[in-house]
């Protein structure tokens, strides 16, 4: 079992920048492929990066390629998505999860999803 608490969510002005968190716990996370999802009112929820359980991969949607960076620190047990020249369209509830791989997490095949954090973009 593992678990996914998100945290480093708020409200931003267009142009700013947001470093979200998430902490993970259970015994066996550091093997599985970590992603951040976003869900915007009325619409369903999206793949926005992926990272490897090395680290050494990371996997992007085209919307936020060049703007967000995925990393983690397995000895912290933490995942980061670091944003940067946010957009009001990059609205969203952003939630981390857990797959088996880079590819399933892609195609939203997640194993295991935290309960989001806000991220709110003014214009």
């Known amino acids: 079992q593992v678990q996914l608490v998100e945290a480093g969510g708020g409200l931003v002005q267009a142009g700013g920048s947001l470093r979200l968190f998430c902490a993970a716990s259970?015994?066996?996370?550091?093997?599985?492929?970590m992603g951040w999802f976003r869900q915007a009112p009325g619409e369903e929820r999206a793949f926005v990066a992926a990272?490897?359980?090395?680290?050494?991969?990371?996997y992007y949607a085209d919307s936020v390629k060049g703007r967000f960076t995925i990393s983690r620190d397995n000895a912290k047990n933490t995942v980061f998505l670091q944003m940067n020249s946010l957009k009001p369209e990059d609205t969203a509830v952003y939630h981390c999860?857990?797959?088996?791989?880079?590819?399933?997490?892609?195609?939203?095949?997640?194993?295991?999803w935290g309960q989001g954090t806000q991220v709110t973009v003014s214009s």
């Open positions: 999860a857990a797959g088996l791989g880079s590819w399933s997490l892609q195609n939203k095949l997640v194993q295991y």
């Open positions: 990272i490897n359980w090395s680290g050494d991969s990371t």
């Open positions: 259970g015994r066996t996370w550091g093997r599985y492929a």
